[in-house]
């Protein structure tokens, strides 16, 4: 069993910055992948950006070059920090582990 804890959304202006961390705790193998993931109220849940064991990362079109994803397989923690937040960022964001387990979201509102 894995437990992931989401941490760091709130209300932010239009422009502005969150970063998100997910702590990992339990069975963990840092070969696996991890991602972001966001659900808008009435949209389906989309990716945000992932990231391999090896560093390796793929980003939504919609974030690349405002978000990054990074993780520290030492704390078995991921992070996403969000700059030039928009609007249309604003969504429950969710941390995965691998294929099977997911955290419980954190609120992200961005303000016009």
């Known amino acids: 069993q894995v437990q992931l804890v989401e941490s760091g959304g709130g209300l932010v202006q239009a422009g502005g910055s969150l970063r998100l961390s997910c702590s990992a705790s339990?069975?963990?193998?840092?070969?696996?992948?991890m991602g972001w993931y966001r659900q808008a109220p009435g949209k389906q849940r989309e990716l945000v950006a992932e990231i391999t064991s090896g560093g390796s990362t793929n980003y939504a079109d919609s974030v690349k070059g405002r978000f990054t994803i990074s993780r520290n397989n030492t704390k078995n923690t991921v992070y996403l920090q969000m700059n030039s937040l928009k609007p249309g960022d604003t969504a429950v964001y969710y941390c995965r582990y691998g294929l099977t387990y997911w955290g419980q979201g954190t609120q992200v509102t961005v303000s016009s």
């Open positions: 339990g069975s963990i193998f840092s070969t696996k992948n």
